[in-house]
């Protein structure tokens, strides 16, 4: 349960410190603005691309509900 | 006030406005629609596979068929006029693009890097526990317990869309734009 909690204060925190770097004048780098530099090149492009394929597959093809 | 040698912006037609608007709400509904058609789907199923492997296939071969012409991957840090990354000097930016600023260390991505490295840590150690420790659950059995209800399933699934897909599609409209 504690641990629970962990993960999802990371995603929280995750999420609310992407919004405070995209704030105008931050000098904080934003998640999305490493995901542009990182995908300008190919293979941080496909890097990024076999990332949001195994989310997506494990995620919503591979998921099983906890009783 | 604009010289004779300025170049004279051209207003926008009317209907280009709302045709792009209508384009755009026409897209969100058809992705929403797919989306809760594909988190219906029954998990370890064909159908389950196709539903994910549909728009994985298309992002891939949207973001990898121009290979290595296709640099710059456009991001919030493309420099809106600078000659560099192929982009040439004066050229306008595709819409949606911020000027760029100072920030390109890695200093400026240490708390990421902080979050990175907690989160593939306790991952390591729910791995190690088995991965379905009740006290140390891995992220993905964190989630699982959300993807019990379709709107979650839902919501989950488009956010995974926008991120696959919304960088492609600015990436295609920045080559289109550059094209022109």
New interface residues.
């Given amino acids: 349960m504690?641990?629970?909690v962990?993960?999802?204060g990371?995603m929280a925190?995750?999420a609310a410190?992407e919004v405070r770097c995209r704030r105008p004048g931050s000098?904080?780098?934003?998640?999305?603005?490493?995901?542009?530099?990182m995908?300008?090149?190919?293979p941080g492009?496909?890097a990024l691309?076999a990332l949001?394929?195994f989310?997506?597959?494990?995620?919503?093809?591979?998921?099983?509900?906890?009783r | 006030m604009l010289s004779p040698d300025s170049p004279v912006p051209r207003p926008r037609p009317l209907g280009t406005t709302a045709a792009a608007a209508l384009g755009l709400a026409v897209v969100v509904v058809v992705v929403v629609a797919y989306a809760w058609w594909?988190?219906g789907v029954q998990?370890?199923t064909v159908g389950?596979?196709v539903?994910?492997?549909i728009?994985?296939v298309i992002?891939?071969v949207l973001?990898?068929a121009p290979?290595?012409s296709w640099?710059?991957?456009?991001?919030?840090?493309?420099p809106a006029t600078a000659p560099s990354?192929g982009t040439p000097a004066g050229a306008a930016p595709a819409p949606g693009f911020t000027p760029p600023d100072s920030?390109s260390g890695l200093g400026?991505?240490v708390?990421?890097i902080i979050?990175l490295v907690?989160?593939v840590g306790?991952e390591g150690v729910?791995l190690a526990l088995g991965g379905r420790s009740a006290?140390?659950?891995t992220?993905?059995?964190?989630?699982?317990?959300g993807?019990?209800w379709h709107p979650v399933?839902l919501l989950?699934?488009c956010g995974?869309l926008s991120?696959?897909g919304v960088?492609t599609v600015r990436a295609l409209l920045h080559l289109r734009h550059r094209a022109v």
């Fill in positions: 504690v641990v629970t962990v993960w999802l990371l925190a995750s410190w000098r904080w780098t934003s998640l999305s603005e490493l995901g542009a530099r995908g300008r090149g190919l492009r496909i691309l949001w394929a989310v997506g597959w494990h995620v919503f093809a591979r998921y099983t509900i906890p | 594909a988190t998990p370890f389950a596979y539903a994910v492997g728009p994985i992002v891939t973001a990898l290979g290595r640099s710059p991957w456009p991001g919030p840090q493309e990354h920030r400026e991505a708390p990421w979050i907690a989160a306790l729910a006290i140390v659950p992220l993905s059995t964190v989630v699982d317990r993807l019990r399933r989950l699934f995974w991120i696959g960088p």
